[in-house]
């Protein structure tokens, strides 16, 4: 797991116990992006948190990734918010034949609560897709996430459903299905 943002939500997770088994490695400068090619080699998967304000961190990302989520929260702020960071996208897939496949996945939906026909119609315009699993506002996130756990170390079988369904959708998309 990388860290690049200077907020660093994913190192204090991951110093939040002792024993994570997850090698985490945090990023202060866009150019040590490159570094991550080499990295990458030992490893299966490597997942970037990306940074939500620093410009050059995304794009630096952006360019070595092999596939983009952008979780946004159902509300047109959020939506509008990932403008910058879609035409960095779209940039990108257009030099090299509509790749990285990238999509949006809805966070902190409100369970029992349709997304709004409006959340639809602007997710559209970006002409990214959007994932069929949302994530549901639920405490059991901060909760585990406080003690440097995931849902996975919970009971909570909602929530440990939609990450294995938002898993397999990632691994769909990735295998181009
Ligand atoms: N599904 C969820 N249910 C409940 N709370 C959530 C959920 N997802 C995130 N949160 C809470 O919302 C806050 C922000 O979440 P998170 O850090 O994932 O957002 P972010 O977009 O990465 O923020 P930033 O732009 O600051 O990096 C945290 O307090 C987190 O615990
Ligand atoms: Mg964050």
Redo the contacts with the bound molecule.
């Keep these: 797991m990388v860290d690049s943002?200077p907020?660093g939500?994913a190192r204090d997770w991951h110093a939040a116990t002792d024993d994570n088994p997850l090698p985490l490695v945090a990023l202060d400068r866009a150019n040590n992006v490159r570094t991550l090619n080499n990295i990458a080699k030992s490893y299966d998967f490597v997942v970037i948190?990306?940074?939500?304000?620093l410009e050059d961190m995304m794009a630096a990302a952006i360019k070595v990734a092999d596939l983009i989520l952008i979780?946004v929260?159902p509300s047109p702020y959020d939506l509008w918010a990932a403008s910058d960071l879609v035409d960095i996208i779209q940039a990108r897939q257009s030099v090299t034949d509509g790749l990285p496949p990238a999509a949006f996945v809805i966070?902190?939906?409100i369970q029992g609560t349709k997304l709004g026909e409006e959340i639809g119609r602007a997710l559209g315009e970006y002409e990214l897709g959007v994932f069929d699993s949302h994530?549901?506002?639920?405490?059991?996130?901060?909760q585990t996430?406080?003690e440097g756990r995931t849902v996975f170390d919970s009971s909570n079988t909602k929530?440990i459903k939609e990450i294995n369904d938002l898993t397999d959708e990632l691994f769909r998309l990735m295998e181009g299905k």
Excluded: L, M
């Design positions: 943002d907020q939500s948190d990306g940074a939500a304000k979780p929260q966070t902190r939906a994530i549901v506002q639920r405490q059991i996130y901060p996430a406080s929530a």
